[in-house]
């Protein structure tokens, strides 16, 4: 087939036509985003790797040399209980012919039961608070110097640890076992197949998020102080409940990415995917969209080149969408080649 010479006053229109065209496709080739998107400073670090739940580091903690609230006693708690000069009386009867030291269990009623004074209530009291009251009733029936007090084990404040854990199951709070660390330890530790960041922590109706690993940061856990009724949950790797992010547009490899437990910044993310297009790629363009918890749409930020290399500890959250839009030289090079066998005529 011939292709005929074109004359300069017909290229000149067909040109013209091209150019406006690409200019109106290309206007419209940026996703549907919010006109109002707010800069980089506007996105909270307080949102990333999970934003659905609370961190659970805003929760009372364990602080040493500051005193902490005294273990109470509840039911199912066992006692020592020790009457001086009076070994027939207190936890001792009838009397263990191995020579063990026997206990006195707190019945369901709040109450234990002694020789000679019966029934004492003594759930929610501490301990120095029962061996008080202990102590009143013993001293208005006998001359006695003093009663001795002891807590022997735990089973009142039960707390749940499930998931990746070595040792899922219950476990009993008490004087000696009363921070995350405490019970996790407890179930020694998480499993080799444990998502670390993606624990959560169930508190009266309540869910709050347990990236441990993050404890080696700025935000603590180990010393989360739990309460009765806490339940604790870490997912393995192979549930498929792995954060991700999304990257498309003017990037070296587009794709879904994993955020490993340790985390994942901006720059992180767009490392993944190779960067950035050094011909097609708009610095000043990198968008993330973001659900926030409290919202129904998700908000989208503006990013520049110069702002993520000036702030690259920017953490992603799940279901972050990273999009880094076409330049205009891009754009133009895209519809003038599409637009090239127009150029033809019979």
Known sequence: MHVQTIYRPRLVTILAMI???????????????????????????????????????????????????????????????NVWGRDDLGSQIPADATGHIRTTRVQENGKVSLPLVGEISVAGKTVEHARKEITGHHTRRLDISYVEVQLHSCHSQAVHIAGAVIRPGIYYLCDRVATFDDVLSAAEGLSDDAYAAGGVLKRDGQTYRLDYLLNHGTDSYLDILLQAGDSIYFPRTTEGTEPVVYVFGEVGVQGVYVIPPQGLTLLDALGLASGLDNITAQAESIFVMRQAPDESEPATYQITLVELFENPDIKMSNGDRIFVAPSDLSRWDRWWRQAIPVIRVP
């Open 19 to 81: 150019l406006f065209i690409a200019t109106q496709v290309a206007c419209t080739s940026t996703p549907d985003i919010k006109p109002d998107y707010t800069g980089i400073a506007h996105l909270s670090s307080a949102q990333a790797v999970e934003p659905r739940y609370p961190s659970a580091s805003t929760l009372p903690q364990f602080i040493p040399g500051k005193v902490q609230p005294h273990y109470k006693v509840g039911p199912q708690d066992e006692l020592i209980i």
